[in-house]
T-cell receptor, first 113, second 113 residues
Framework: GDSVTQMEGPVTLSEEAFLTINCTYT??????LFWYVQYPGEGLQLLLK?????DKGSNKGFEATYRKETTSFHLEKGSVQVSDSAVYFC????????????FGQGTRLTINP | DADVTQTPRNRITKTGKRIMLECSQT?????MYWYRQDPGLGLRLIYY???????NKGEISDGYSVSRQAQAKFSLSLESAIPNQTALYFC????????????FGPGTRLLVL
């Protein structure tokens, strides 16, 4: 079945550092890909998404590019802030049938001032 | 007001008790979902519903049941709670029709003693 694998956490960085969180997927067909963010005590919020190969999703300074050849959707940000501290989830949605989301295990990010 | 609400936000119960978690939405979406979140495992789908007359099992439905009382309401029941059902439970909605983005409630933290 479809699956998503994220880099192990937790990740701790200093403010203004460069961030990469790796995400790879296994899927039949051509899934849409998502990054969701979960701030402390809250539900998940959509951060960005991409629906086809070579699409780049971006939001709040975060970016991720849908790479079909490497089945990856790595999350990047050039300069992180303390307010970016959260848990980040990579997910895919197959475009057939139920269009269910399949999530990675999540990566906890802590940014120190 | 929040678009997706969950009640209660926190619940402690004992093994063998029946409990119900409720979800309401004002987004007008047809599709609703129940997930559980466990540390290191991401989110796993319990049940989903595409409209009032459509209920489907997800990845981990054993020990759970659901009821879609109206377009806006989707309840999750644990008929006889057990300790390994201790988790964070999320409700989500989506508009369907090829738009896969899901919108999450704030979560219910359940502890089964």
């Amino acid at each position: 079945g479809d699956s998503v694998t994220q880099m192990e956490g937790p990740v701790t960085l200093s403010e203004e550092a460069f961030l990469t969180i790796n995400c790879t997927y296994t899927a039949t067909g051509y899934p849409s890909l998502f990054w969701y963010v979960q701030y402390p005590g809250e539900g998940l919020q959509l951060l960005l998404k991409a629906t086809k190969a070579d699409d780049k999703g971006s939001n709040k300074g975060f970016e991720a590019t849908y790479r079909k050849e490497t089945t990856s959707f790595h999350l990047e940000k050039g300069s992180v802030q303390v307010s970016d501290s959260a848990v980040y989830f990579c997910a895919l949605s197959d475009q057939q049938g139920a269009q269910k989301l399949v999530f990675g295990q999540g990566t906890r990010l802590t940014i120190n001032p | 007001d929040a678009d997706v609400t969950q009640t209660p936000r926190n619940r402690i119960t004992k093994t063998g008790k029946r409990i119900m978690l409720e979800c309401s939405q004002t987004k007008g979406h047809d599709r609703m979902y129940w997930y559980r979140q466990d540390p290191g495992l991401g989110l796993r789908l319990i049940y989903y519903s595409f409209d009032v007359k459509d209920i489907n099992k997800g990845e981990i439905s054993d020990g759970y049941s659901v009821s879609r009382q109206a377009q806006a309401k989707f309840s999750l029941s644990l008929e006889s709670a057990i300790p390994n059902q201790t988790a964070l439970y999320f409700c989500a909605t989506s508009p369907g029709g090829g738009l896969e983005t899901q919108y999450f409630g704030p979560g219910t933290r359940l502890l089964v003693l």
